[in-house]
């Protein structure tokens, strides 16, 4: 592994994916606002099921583009069984693939503060 300033970074947003191209089109949007904010990192989505990429696939890209640590952030609100245990047995997968890369995985969106933020702000929308 090279030194953390040297390491060149992937960070892989996945969601469970759709027949909807708009739903997919949300997360490509994700995708764009996020590496605005992270340029020097290589930013992609993948998706567990119906949609296209699925995450082995654009870890192994990320790899043979020279990354060296990926996140993967799983985007989902909880922990469930995609972020608890379908996205890690992948993970572990690409580790066994990829044994000289580092393949972390974020937490959901979870609660926090922004989050209850946003929510009062969709409701204050609709709610007169």
């Known amino acids: 592994m090279t030194a953390a300033g040297d390491e060149r970074l992937a960070i892989v947003l996945i969601d469970h994916g759709s027949r909807r191209a708009e739903a997919n089109a949300q997360l490509e949007e994700l995708r764009k606002r996020v590496a605005?904010?992270?340029?020097?990192?290589?930013?992609?989505?993948?998706?567990?099921?119906v949609a296209?990429?699925?995450?082995?696939?654009?870890?192994?890209?990320?790899?043979?583009?020279g990354a060296t640590r990926v996140v993967v952030h799983?985007?989902?609100l909880s922990p469930g069984r995609h972020t608890q245990q379908d996205i890690p047995e992948q993970m572990r997968a690409a580790r066994n693939r990829h044994p000289n890369v580092a393949i972390v995985q974020s937490e959901p969106l979870g609660l926090s503060d922004e989050l209850v933020d946003l929510v009062l702000a969709r409701i204050d929308e609709v709610a007169g």
């Open 36 to 49: 605005s904010q992270r340029p020097r990192a290589r930013v992609l989505t993948a998706h567990l099921e």
């Open 74 to 76: 799983p985007f989902f």
């Open 52 to 65: 296209e990429p699925g995450l082995q696939r654009v870890i192994d890209d990320c790899v043979a583009d």
